[in-house]
């Protein structure tokens, strides 16, 4: 089943959240809300860097993390 989160991020969460990704043993994947057709590696600082982060990100991945999930649920979008 795969998981999806909307998040928030700046310049300094994004170095995070992919340090937290890069310790997951899943694929987790990362696009803009707006176009998701531009999917990149949540494992990739330069991908993620490269997405517009004025708007929310969607996550998507197979996968349990406590960790992550931490990070997901600190960084959620509000709706």
Known sequence: MTNHKMIRLNF???EEFVR???NCDFD???ANSSRQS???DAKSLL???GL???SPLKVS???Y???FEKFLKSNAAVA
């Open 12 to 14: 300094e969460t994004a």
């Open 61 to 63: 991945y197979n996968g």
């Open 47 to 49: 991908g993620v860097l």
């Open 20 to 22: 937290t990704a890069a």
């Open 65 to 67: 993390n406590e960790e």
């Open 38 to 40: 531009y999917i990149v």
């Open 52 to 54: 517009d982060m004025r």
């Open 28 to 30: 987790i994947d990362v």
